[in-house]
């Protein structure tokens, strides 16, 4: 069974701190890298996509990723009380196959 | 661009009830996915679609659970008979080629079964 695991939450940071949430994977060969938030009753949308090693940046938002460690991480800069949501990492084992998610981490950003 | 759209967004019914819910892809985008959310939980995919044939359905329940996407563009999953455990939110999300992509996701049908 090819599993996805992420950290266990709740994550809580203060406003303005640096947020770190990891995911590791147990494929080998997995192809694509992907970073869903979901708030609180809403659908998941995709906030970074990474698909080879080393960082990718996207404005307060960079995702690592670490083939050989089977590891990859999300961090936000700069924390906002409007970055509080759920992260679920997603990952697909092949080339167009099916996203397999983690149970997601669950963030709290405090004023 | 509109976005996927879905319906009904709640739906409450009593176990060993049917029930069907609709999802309207994003425009040209060929693949469909229905997935399970059940709360605390990350989405699990029950089917996956390209055009209207399907492509991976092994984690369906088949005995209850069924979906159809005809002419290649709306989609329905059904579920007949409901159990208490089938309570989830179903989210239907959309790609456009290359398979791998972006997938775009609806608001997702609340389901109760009492």
């Known amino acids: 069974q090819k599993e996805v695991e992420q950290n266990s939450g709740p994550l809580s940071v203060p406003e303005g701190a640096i947020a770190s949430l990891n995911c590791t994977y147990s494929d080998r060969g997995s192809q694509s890298f992907f970073w869903y938030r979901q708030y609180s009753g809403k659908s998941p949308e995709l906030i970074m996509s990474i698909y080879s090693n080393g960082d990718k940046e996207d404005g307060r938002f960079t995702a690592q990723l670490n083939k050989a460690s089977q590891y990859v991480s999300l961090l936000i800069r700069d924390s906002q009380p409007s970055d509080s949501a759920t992260y679920l990492c997603?990952?697909?084992?092949?080339?167009?196959?099916?996203?397999?998610f983690g149970e997601g981490t669950q963030l709290t950003v405090n004023p | 661009e509109a976005g996927v759209a879905q319906s009904p967004r709640y739906k409450i019914i009593e176990k060993r009830q049917s029930v069907a819910f609709w999802c309207n892809p994003i425009?040209?985008?060929?693949?469909l996915y229905w997935y399970q959310q059940i709360l605390g939980q990350g989405p699990k995919l029950l089917i996956q679609?390209?055009?209207?044939?399907?492509?991976?359905d092994s984690q369906l329940p088949k005995d209850r659970f069924s979906a159809e996407r005809l002419k290649g563009v709306d989609s329905t999953l059904k579920i007949q008979p409901a159990k208490l455990e089938d309570s989830a939110v179903y989210l239907c999300a959309t790609e456009r080629p290359p398979v791998g992509d972006t997938q775009y996701f609806g608001p997702g049908t609340r389901l109760t079964v009492l």
């Open positions: 997603a990952v697909t084992w092949t080339s167009g196959s099916r996203l397999t």
């Open positions: 425009s040209g985008h060929a693949t």
């Open positions: 679609f390209q055009n209207n044939g399907v492509v991976d």
